[in-house]
């Protein structure tokens, strides 16, 4: 009897929780990525963070060039010079050295900075258009492509609000 009335309890809790719902909202998803890579805006927002990019990278080789000299140079003359010198010119080489990884770390951090800049000022400008879109065609949830499985391609708004960003920015 007491298995009876555990079966009968556990069959109403599965009956409770197994509840079909019915959605009606208009769900779409876009691949930011592409849109940040083919609009007009975007791309003009990927170089500048690229120029950046490109520029701290050339300082840095300028500087590890310079190291690399004076190590030679050290090297050179590490016979003709006294063990008194050659150990100041290696510290002051391991001082430069040091001074390179704070200027690349400082570097990093400030790439992390004006990239993240610009890709906020990009969202700034891009996102009341997609807003825009969004309230003209009924669209209640707009989902990266990234966190979609399979999707219709009819669902695919990519294109479309990379034509409206166009158009927006294009004027």
């Known amino acids: 009897m007491n298995i009876y009335k555990k079966l009968l309890l556990v069959m109403i809790f599965l009956n409770c929780v197994n509840t079909t719902t ?4 208009n769900v779409k998803f876009v691949d930011i990525d592409s849109i940040i890579q083919n609009t007009i805006i975007g791309k003009k927002t990927l170089s500048r963070i690229e120029e950046v ?8 080789n300028n500087f590890q060039k310079q190291l690399k000299e004076r190590e030679n140079d050290i090297k050179i003359k590490k016979n003709i010079i006294s063990d008194e010198e050659f150990k100041k010119e290696v510290e002051n080489l391991k001082s430069q050295l040091a001074d390179l990884n704070k200027k690349k770390d400082l570097m990093v951090k400030d790439f ?4 993240n800049s ?3 000022t990009l969202f700034d400008k891009i ?26 391609v009819n669902s ?3 294109k479309v609000l990379i034509e409206e960003i166009d158009k927006k920015f294009n004027n």
């Open 112 to 115: 992390s900075d004006i990239k």
């Open 22 to 25: 019915y959605a009606n909202q």
């Open 53 to 60: 990019n490109k520029s701290n990278i050339e300082k840095l």
């Open 127 to 152: 996102n009341p258009i997609i807003q825009n879109y969004m309230n003209e065609n009924s669209i209640e949830i707009l989902i990266n492509s990234k966190n979609i499985i399979i999707g219709n």
């Open 156 to 158: 695919d708004l990519t």
């Open 118 to 120: 610009e890709l906020k």
